[in-house]
């Protein structure tokens, strides 16, 4: 049993340095990515659109990809596939038409969208072994150290090119940084793969009861919950464009923004997700530790405003709280699939749940980029709106949990 948790761990710290080098480049790029389209030529409402279009393709996706990789066990397949499509984020460096950067954002997220219910399978087997909040939480921490990389790559190379506004090649020459990051990701997925080929073995040894065959009632509620509270949640695609629009920030500070955002990621995720496990541990029940996602509409309700305003110090504030969100959406979420579905419907599970959550950034974000061109408190009031309302059904699933 020692054994097979130092493998798990093992598998958990390959996953999470792929993680790593893959944040470096999508994050990376994500933090940068409004503000490069709007150099480019696009709009307000075009940010928001692509922005949502290419989360909401990027996760409706993994419903198809989760259950194929489930009906023909290709985990490590859709791994493989999926991350070598991160070839799309250094490949910005070859265009100067928004359109076509476009194509390639999207192409990204749909890369994230064929590896993420396989990969999140992998990992949720391996987790089984050390606590799943727990081991979450550790493959999230080295994930934000390649989140946090990758946007200061770029506020460094900017400083470095000295003040005033970045043109089109300054951009370019940022991405094209990116390349070697993409060639240690499928260097690590290769070694996880000699590591663990057969990682079901390491769940099957811990579960010992009877699985059920159908997904549970609370999964269908914590699936509607996840979609209301993430209905509300900004994306920083616009909020980058918001510092930019309304000279908050230089082009050097928002990349920088991002990275404070996703240290906070990293030591929230680890708070949230040791939380999440003394909640089963202490209650001896699989699912207690939902109980843990009301943190995620409580927060959010705040980061609307502060993010949207007009002052420095406020939007700062905005960014530490929408990182601490993120932690619990990255870690505490992804805990709960593995804990409310069996094995054999996991990565139909995780493909449903990403759908759900894709569709909600998708809604959320071309709302919020068309709004934003006629009314930012209506922005801010919509989002809270939207919080208030997660907190019924997060009831209702308590409800649910301790039947």
């Known amino acids: 049993m020692q054994n097979q948790k130092k493998t798990a761990f093992k598998l958990i710290m390959l996953f999470g340095l792929v993680s790593l080098f893959g944040d470096i480049g999508d994050e990376g790029a994500r933090s940068v990515n409004g503000q490069y389209l709007k150099t480019l030529g696009a709009n307000a409402a075009i940010v928001g659109l692509v922005a949502g279009l290419a989360e909401f393709l990027g996760y409706v996706v993994r419903l198809f990809s989760g259950y194929f990789a489930d009906k023909i066990k290709a985990y490590w397949l859709f791994t493989f596939v999926g991350y070598g499509l991160l070839v799309s984020v250094p490949a910005l460096s070859l265009t100067g038409i928004w359109q076509i950067a476009v194509i390639f954002i999207i192409m990204e997220r749909l890369g994230k969208a064929l590896r993420s219910p396989a990969k999140d399978t992998i990992l949720s087997q391996a987790t089984k072994q050390v606590g799943t909040g727990f081991g979450f939480a550790i493959a999230e921490v080295l994930d934000q150290i390649g989140a ?81 509270t993430t209905l509300g949640f900004a ?12 000279h908050l920030l230089t082009d050097a500070q928002i990349p920088l923004f991002y990275a404070i955002a996703m240290g906070v990621d990293a030591v929230a995720a680890i708070v949230i997700g040791k939380t999440y496990d003394i909640f089963k541990a202490k209650r001896g029940n699989e699912k207690a530790g939902l109980v843990t996602l009301i943190a995620i509409p409580v927060f959010s309700l705040f980061i609307p405003v502060l993010v949207f305003s007009s002052k420095f110090s406020l939007c700062l504030a905005g960014v530490i709280i929408w990182g601490i969100v993120m932690g619990a959406h990255e870690t505490v979420m992804k805990s709960a699939i593995a804990d409310l579905t069996p094995l054999k419907k996991r990565g139909t599970g995780y493909g449903i749940f990403n759908t759900a959550y894709g569709l909600a950034i998708f809604v959320s974000s071309a709302i919020t980029g068309v709004l934003y061109e006629y009314s930012i408190p209506v922005v801010i009031i919509l989002g809270i709106a939207v919080e208030i309302a997660a907190i019924p059904l997060f009831l209702i699933m308590r409800r649910e949990v301790y039947h």
């Not at 990116?178 to 080929?197: E, N, S, T």
């Not at 994306?235 to 464009?241: C, D, M, R, V």
């Open 235 to 246: 994306n920083f695609a616009l909020i980058g464009f918001h510092f930019k629009a309304k």
């Open 148 to 228: 946090i990389t990758g946007p200061l790559i770029f506020t460094v190379f900017f400083v470095f090119l000295g003040k005033g506004s970045k043109s089109l090649a300054d951009y370019q020459h940022g991405y094209a940084l990116l390349w070697a990051p993409l060639a240690l990701v499928l260097l690590c997925i290769f070694f996880a793969y000699r590591a663990v080929p057969d990682p079901q073995v390491l769940e099957s040894l811990v579960t010992k009861n009877q699985e059920p065959d159908k997904l549970s009632k609370v999964f269908w509620i914590y699936t509607v919950f996840t979609f209301v």
